[in-house]
């Protein structure tokens, strides 16, 4: 089974709401930057980079109800180029919002294409100042189509498997899933109760395949489930663990223009209910009861974090 890290950024305070605000990227994913990503030529245009910048400015002006900024904005994979990284970064720092991203391929000296997803997460350091801890994680399993691009490309995918990580963030507990790790049962299980959410950042074109599988992954993990896909194909959605009218509050497919989504995770209501024997939780209208060997636990940790 897949070992995970556990990657804890600030003091871990609790977010005085019991929820957090998560923002969804609605973006295209251009074929030809990634192949010129491939050719270790990424496009790094004035015209795309403003786009870019445009969509940032608009997520950091955001207010939604009762004047809540967003804590952390989502973007799809491999879409944005590995030099704009420290761009994401001070914006991250600056504008005190998450980000996560899948970030175009990097060609190192072994021919290998390195697609990696990025988590920048901000945090008030003891001096007052504010920080941002950048960090990378090598996909493991990269999916049959691209690795067979990267063949006919003169490339190849990366051998070494890389823990996962479990973030520790403004008192929630996620993971990352990099588009194609997320079919595996075996690595999705490993965070069974440790998670309020899981954020999958996706460049996939068989949404109907994925859509079983991220609601699979809300109902046997019993989280919230963050997906962002590129927007010609769609489905980026967020999806909690209740019943199938209630599955997906949040879901967003095309448009021409990048633009985003916002939702707040209610991560209060989800820890109260998972904590509660199965005569409570089968009255709920909110959510699902949890899954059998659910353990109880865990989901102490989480309610403690932060306090």
């Keep these: 089974m897949a070992k995970y890290d556990v990657v804890a950024v600030g003091s871990g305070a609790a977010d005085l709401h019991g929820s957090i605000q998560v923002a969804l990227a609605n973006i295209s994913v251009s074929a030809a930057n990634i192949e010129s990503s491939y050719l270790g030529r990424p496009n790094l245009s004035r015209d795309r980079l403003k786009e870019l910048t445009s969509l940032l400015n608009e997520i950091s002006l ?10 952390l904005v989502v973007f ?21 919002i998450g980000v996560v991203c899948g970030l175009e391929h990097q060609i190192n000296a072994r021919g290998q294409a390195l697609n990696e997803v990025l988590a920048a997460l901000p945090y ?13 994680r090598l996909k493991r399993f990269y999916s049959p189509e691209e690795e067979f691009i990267l063949i006919n490309e003169g490339l190849k995918a990366p051998v070494k498997k890389v823990p996962y990580h479990l973030f520790r963030w403004r008192g929630a507990s996620f993971a990352i899933y990099n588009c194609f790790e997320l079919a595996s049962i075996e690595d999705r299980s490993i965070f069974k109760g440790k998670v309020d959410f899981i954020v999958a950042s996706e460049f996939n074109r068989d949404i109907n395949y994925f859509s079983n599988v991220v609601e699979s ?42 633009a985003f989504l916002t939702m707040s995770l209610n991560l209060t ?22 899954p059998p060997g659910f353990p109880l636990d865990e989901v102490h940790v989480r309610i403690n974090l932060g306090k």
């Design 124 to 136: 008030q350091a003891g001096s007052g100042h504010w920080v941002c801890v950048p960090i990378r």
């Design 76 to 96: 799809p994979e491999v879409s944005v180029p590995h030099a704009w990284e420290p761009i994401l970064v001070a914006w991250a720092r600056r504008h005190r």
């Design 62 to 71: 955001y207010r939604g109800k009762d004047n809540r900024r967003i804590d």
């Design 269 to 290: 209501s989800l820890r109260t209910h998972q904590r509660k024997g199965y005569g409570l939780q089968k009255e709920s209208k909110e959510f699902k009861p949890t």
């Design 217 to 258: 992954a809300a109902r046997d993990l019993h989280c919230y489930v963050i997906q962002v896909n590129d927007s010609s194909f769609g489905d980026s959605r967020v999806v909690s663990p209740s019943r199938s009218e209630m599955m997906n509050p949040l879901r967003i497919k095309g448009g021409d223009n990048l």
